[in-house]
């Protein structure tokens, strides 16, 4: 690995360091460039005053300021001003000054300065001084570099992720002709995440859905959720039994997660034409049961969550689905209080939540009012991934 120097400030940054030197003595000018160009620094301009120093500045490139503070027309002081607040650039500005008051020298950094050199100049602490500066402004450029290409990275591996949900299109033309309609909201935490849902055609009456929220953030979240995606599109044995299916899909995480890695899901099979939701809960939140006649129910079950130990079974549970029945799915961030425990919210309270808000906005209008009565501060929506599946019974094919 090569070291600072080498990466940052190899000849060719020294010997392309475009370096302005603004003193109104012509003589304070030459020594100063003789100095920095024994150190190798050779590609200089020079300003007499202040206001030929912002002239150059809105033309040139320049990365360090070498900069008196007492000119005629426009002094050292204005001189940062104008730099850091008009033409807002991230040069870095090394007063020279014989100043020793310490309440004058913060005012050099007041201004806008970067750093404060003696005069007169001290070859050796110039250079340093020049030298540091630049090593700095190469190292934030490189950084930002890194960001960008990380912030591009990033995105296109979010609209891959996305890419993996169905298409409101799609969820429709698989529920609709099978009595229900089904609604969906997903936000990563960190534009990456752990959640995931799926919708699965299984025969001509019948459809599953799929709800899994994996443990951690970011990418290897994410990098799981791809995992478990190409999984649970694959494995279509029993799928229509959701205890046994639910099983094979966690002998599958056991061999794949890496260890300490988990998930907690929860997998339905909807039969409208029956008026029957099977269904298996693997450690997940119980989904809840917004019944037509005006009563509701957390959907009871349980299991071990995925991906911890084999050979695991899971039961298969059942209740009624009537027409004008609505089911809520949610991951935990929908009713876990972060900061404040206390204040996460019971099943009983979102149901009333969720009753409330479909009877004003439908399914239509479900998710982002619903959204908006749980979290009063925007930043709490984001601090874990937020997946939620809003299903309702048409009875219409």
């Known amino acids: 690995m090569s070291g600072p120097d080498e990466s940052l400030l190899s000849d060719h940054a020294v010997d392309t360091a475009l370096i302005l030197i603004v003193d109104d003595q012509k003589s304070s000018r030459l020594m100063i460039a003789a100095v920095l160009e024994a150190a190798g620094f050779t590609n200089h301009l020079f300003a007499s005053d202040g206001v030929e120093a912002l002239d150059v500045l809105e033309r040139e490139p320049v990365e360090i300021i070498v900069l008196d503070i007492v000119m005629p027309n426009k ?13 807002n650039l991230p040069v870095s500005i090394l007063i020279q000054t014989a100043l020793e008051d310490a309440d004058q020298r913060a005012s050099a950094f007041d201004a806008g300065a970067s750093d404060v050199i003696s005069k007169p ?10 030298r540091l500066h630049l090593e700095r402004r190469r190292m934030m450029n490189s950084l930002q570099r890194y960001r960008r290409r990380m912030e591009e990275e990033l995105k296109a591996a979010e609209a891959m992720q996305i890419s993996l949900l169905k298409s409101d299109e799609d969820v429709a033309a698989i529920a609709r002709p099978r009595g229900a309609d089904l609604w969906t909201f997903y936000q990563a935490s960190n534009q990456l995440g752990g959640d995931l849902w799926q919708v699965f055609e299984i025969d001509e009456t019948r459809f599953g859905i799929l709800m899994i929220d994996l443990s951690g953030h970011g990418v290897a979240a994410a990098i799981n959720a791809f995992r478990v995606h190409m999984l649970t599109d694959t494995l279509r044995h029993d799928r229509s039994e959701p205890g046994l299916w639910l099983a094979a899909v966690n002998d599958y995480l056991y061999q794949i997660l890496p260890v300490e890695h988990f998930a907690t899901a929860f997998y339905a099979v909807i039969d409208t034409a ?12 119980p989904p809840i049961l917004l019944e037509a006649s005006g009563g509701w129910q957390a959907l009871g ?3 071990l969550i995925l991906g911890c130990a084999p050979g695991v079974s899971y039961d298969t549970w059942k209740t009624s689905l009537k027409q004008g029945d609505r089911l809520l799915c949610y991951s935990d961030a929908l009713y876990e209080n972060f ?4 204040l996460s919210l019971e099943p009983e309270d979102l149901a009333r939540l969720a009753r409330d808000v479909v009877s004003r906005e439908g399914g239509a209008g479900f998710m982002s009012a619903m959204i908006g009565q749980v979290f009063d501060d925007p930043e709490a929506q984001s601090r874990d991934d937020l997946t939620l599946l809003l299903l309702e019974v048409t009875g219409d094919r």
């Open 301 to 303: 079950g349980s299991g």
């Open 121 to 130: 100049i001290h070859p050796h602490e110039i250079v340093s001084r020049v």
């Open 274 to 285: 029956s008026g029957h939701l099977h269904y298996a809960i693997a450690g997940a939140p």
């Open 75 to 87: 002094d050292g002081f204005d001189v940062c001003r104008e730099v850091r607040q008009r033409l």
């Open 339 to 342: 900061e404040q425990p206390d």
